[in-house]
């Protein structure tokens, strides 16, 4: 726990006060519930999907998320409802979520939609003070010694703009704003993404996309993708994070190098797909890799096929 300890502790006095950072996963290209809630039902089915992330593995106190989500679509598709729940622990800190999700969707032409989203629920923010062995006698009096938690509202935002092959989507979350000298509560964050599909032939489909992840206390965190669709069955393709200096305030002397990953996703069936990520790390953890798994169910109306279904984003 201490080499852990250390990097949270510096990863705190680098953004000067007390504040978690929402959950990190990899494959959200497949699943967007997790970072918009206007993503909800765009799929026109019954979606669940489960994600099982751990980071740095073989290092005591690693980060380690598990997800689960459900969504799906009513009244002619213009209203998708889902369920997001969230269990995110690093080190002594952890938050567990529970999200009820909405979405109103228009039609804005025979392709194109356009949804508002909005999530509202409640997080439990905990710090396990007993997890933590200070040896310096001036150890910072307001890291707690005992377990201490608190139960507070969460809200999110955001729209999804979509056509048959082009997607973005703007959101935010933790709208509601708490200071707590005990507890770590995550920053207000802001997402931007966008994707375009591009068939190369009866075989092959290429979905080059991106994510910018902004909370302007910290660097302005960016991801690129690249995914190749193989025989409408197998998701094969990498990802690159790393920090960008947008603002003056985005610490202009650290050090932006962050991750690069290789996910596949395969539709084992036309109703269940399982997924894997390997992060490898650039940092001076790079000893430590990540990884990821997920598992996706899609339920279908009997006169519903798959091929009906929007399954790129």
Known sequence: MRKILLIITAWLASNGVWAQQNAQYTQYIFNGLGINPAYAGSKGIINVNGIYRTQWVGLEGAPSTQTISVDGAIANQKVGLGLLLINDKIGAQGQKSAL?????????????????????????????????????????????????????????????????????????????????????????????????????????????????????????????????????????????RTGTKLFKNNYQNLDVANAWALAAEIYLTEKIKVGYAHDFTLTTLRDYAGHELSLGFYFFQKEERRTQSIRYF
Not at 120 to 135: C, E, K, R, V
Not at 202 to 222: G, H, V
């Open 100 to 240: 009820a999700n909405s979405a109103f969707r228009v039609s804005i032409s025979e392709n194109a939609r356009i949804a508002l989203g909005i999530a509202a629920g409640i997080s439990q923010y905990y710090t396990d003070g007993t997890q933590l062995h200070p040896n310096d006698q001036n150890y910072d009096p307001t890291i707690p010694t005992t377990k201490v938690s608190t139960v507070l509202p969460d809200t999110r935002a955001g729209l999804f703009f979509n056509t048959d092959r082009f997607y973005a989507g703007l959101s935010a979350s933790n709208l509601i704003r708490f200071k707590n000298d005990f507890i770590v509560t995550p920053a207000r964050h802001f997402y931007l993404s966008s994707g375009y599909i591009i068939p190369l032939n009866d075989w092959l489909t290429f979905k080059p996309s991106f994510l910018i992840k902004e909370d302007f206390k910290s660097p302005t965190n960016l991801d690129v993708n690249a995914f190749m669709l193989i025989g409408d069955r197998i998701w094969l393709g990498g990802s690159y």
